[in-house]
């Protein structure tokens, strides 16, 4: 089992960037696929992107469009969620979500561990 604690939120104006922190405590990270969702009021929570254990396979909703980067590193047990360019739409919970299945499964959400999530609000 792995713990996933989430930093980094908080609030921002239009057009500016966060930069998301998710800390895994287990001595296995390399066995575990990692990955972002989001729930915006009013909504499901959503899948945002996912990184493979190498951290070479990367993918992204096709919301991002090209927006939000995700990095993982190994070392350090952390993935990590770069959001720029933010907008209104943007502001919700944002959940860190580590499997030890494959990309495919992280991205259905019904395996997952989570994170307690962190707060980002983008100001009009």
């Known amino acids: 089992q792995v713990q996933l604690v989430e930093s980094g939120g908080g609030l921002v104006q239009t057009g500016e960037s966060l930069r998301l922190s998710c800390v895994a405590s287990t001595s296995t990270y390399i066995d575990y696929a990692m990955g972002w969702f989001r729930q915006t009021p009013g909504k499901e929570r959503e899948f945002i992107s996912s990184?493979?254990?190498?951290?070479?396979?990367?993918v992204y909703a096709p919301f991002v469009k090209g927006r939000f980067t995700i990095s993982r590193d190994n070392t350090n047990n952390s993935v990590y969620l770069q959001l720029n360019n933010l907008t209104p739409d943007d502001t919700g919970d944002y959940y860190c979500?580590?499997?030890?299945?494959?990309?495919?499964?992280?991205?259905?959400?019904?395996?997952?561990?989570w994170g307690q999530g962190t707060h980002v609000t983008v100001s009009s």
């Open positions: 990184v493979s254990r190498s951290g070479i396979t990367k």
């Open positions: 979500a580590a499997t030890t299945k494959d990309l495919g499964s992280l991205q259905t959400g019904l395996s997952n561990y």
